[in-house]
């Protein structure tokens, strides 16, 4: 039986990680016969983050590499019937959210005092508390430096908003009045792209960005319909 290590469920999601979450999709979307192992800790993994695939003596690390074994392991294509314009449409949606919608939502997590408050204790509670509050300081600077290196971090939360709001608009266009992002059936795009809106949905204290996903009440629709469909 394969098996999926990624991030303990957190915030109402199966992961804490919407890459993990990807994964999950992917892997019912397959048909695959799997369980879930959860680790807080990455540095272990080949590449040093989760979620990781583990398919007998095969390791698969990284969410895109695990459609793509997936896909072969399978015989299964999850964009069929899809247009060549429609893939590659779905490809540009899948990198918006993946390199760009995410680093909104990180900067949300982990820079925003009230969320940060409430995110140490969920993903670092297995830490001794004499310690916690000196080591994830210095976890939480990483990822400031790594935000400030990326670029969101460079912005206010107000231009954060504005950033991923225009992300999230075209999500809304692409999805109109349809039930999934291409039609009536869901697609690698829809694996994508709801795990990282409903991430940013499922916020720990209210936000500009999570506010702006919870108010749309048909983006919200889509995602639970997506989780219907696809969420373990």
Known sequence: MLKLTTYPAAFGAPSASPFGVKAMCF???AGAEWEMGSSADPRKAPKGKLPVLVDGHTVIPDSEDIRSYLEQRFSVDFDEGLSAEQRAVSRAIIRMCDEHLYFALVCDRWL??????????????????LVRRFVTKKIRQQVRASMQAQGMGRHAVEERLTRADKDIRAIVALLGDKSFLFG???????????????????????TLLSKRVNDDAPLMAYLERVQYALYP
């Open 27 to 29: 892997l019912n979307m």
């Open 112 to 129: 925003i005092d009230a969320n940060w408050e409430i995110l140490r204790e969920e993903f670092f509670g297995m830490i001794p508390k």
């Open 184 to 206: 009536g059936s869901p697609t690698a795009a829809d694996a994508s792209a709801a795990p990282m809106l409903a991430a940013i949905a499922g916020s720990p204290t209210e």
